[in-house]
């Protein structure tokens, strides 16, 4: 089908013809497709809320002709991926209102798709960020529930739905990404059944008792159950999917396995839930912590800061659930108790500006700059701080040398997918020195066991974990950090991403023979 015939379908009209051929679960290496061609289809397509660029202005860090890295662990990912891909990007591209046509940036075929001020309001500030995100971090912040965001955020499902049905050519894979996105795996079955459609969820899965206070939960479990493949971060959220899935909807579950069921009983395809732990572009960070400029700028920043004995660091987006008034609140007591102080160590706190309008976000801005205003108050002098406070992004060479300059990295949170940034840190580390202090509740926990694990509720437990990082001896830190680099350096994100289309693949041809 051509993409002009394709854009007259929409994903709630009659499904287009099945596959012949069999869905393919690779992206096609060979020809290259430009989105701003007329009639343009792909044989693969990624979906996400955001596209891998974000709208920004001129004076904004990392801003250039416009556009910067989006934030977050999910572009991060997926960039390097689709760099060296044939396919096309469904995403929003950051600016309310605002309508563009296909284009490509940096080697990636973008295909926008435009959300009004209403739409974010609702759907992006309102469901997703302030009813499903906290719901899906253990409730960290109270859930808000509101017939009015639910309804829009159907709507702007259904809008990413129809992008992909009109750019998607014939048994094309589909990998939709997080969140935002639930409800469009089931849209997508059902207007195009000869698609291969994969998910995967960045953020935990709550358990089902959590769950359960989602008004529209059979809704969301029934959207997901559309993919043949829902990849998850850590194994207990694939088991946390099925069971509501098994609570919810009444599904049988097999080796987490569901045969769904079509409107007529007869079964339409089988869905699996799996984890597929992220990771990062190893390459591209051990690339950058070998330079020359970026280690004389890691020497610099050291130099900045008055030469400490000893430089802790935490790079967040500021969120409520990265821990970061714990990690202040640990800091300042130590500062108080005198097992640290300013002329000897230096905190450097990157927050990255992230959903600033959505309340909670500018509830806990307030808070941690008081906290910040606070701890600098007491105890800085005419020559030292702190705190170094950043409520800025930078781009990636910037956070390489951040990491190259840290000999403790602080990562805290409260409840986190993966969390990259302490992967990134451990694959900066290519001298194997440098201590990583992990939360238990972060998905790379799973991975990192050899960082210093830690409660980040425990007050006292992670201000001596700090301690024990601070006065790690050389030869302890190197064995560790050797262990969590070789983990990070065998399973980097092409892993990642491979692991899953096989996957993926696999099951469409056990299905079809
Ligand atoms: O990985 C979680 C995630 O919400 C992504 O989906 C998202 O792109 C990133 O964090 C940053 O959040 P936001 O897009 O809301 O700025």
Redesign the pocket.
Known sequence: MQATERAEQSAEQEPAQTADGGPHAEPAADKHTDASEPGATFDFMVV???MPVDRCSPDEPGCEDGWRR??????TALAPMMTKTDGAWVGWHGAPDEHLEPFSHGGIDLIPVQLSTRDVELYYEGFS?ATLWPLYHDVIAPPEFHRAWWDTYRKVNKRFADAVVRYAAQGATVWV??Y?LQLVPKMLREARPDLTIGFFN??PFPPPEIFAQLPWRRAIIDGLLGADLVGFQRSSDAGNFMRSARRFLGASVKQQQVHVKGADGETTHIARAQAFPISIDVKQISELAQRPEIIERAKQIRRDLGNPKTILLGVD?LDYTKGIRHRLKAYEELLEDGKVTVEDASLIQVASP??ERVEQYRLLREEVEGTVGHINGTFDTMQNTAVRYLHHSYPIEEMVALYLAADVMLVTALRD?MNLVAKEYVTARTNNDGALVLSEFAGAADQLKQALLMNPHDIDGLKDTIMRAVNMQPAEAARRMRAMRKQILTNDVDLWSADFLSALKEKVVRDDS
Do not use: A, K
């Not at 989006?70 to 572009?75: A, F, I, K, N």
């Open positions: 996400s809320n955001r989006s934030p977050g662990g999910l572009v960020n990404q997080d935002q960045h953020i987006r992230s959903r997918g």
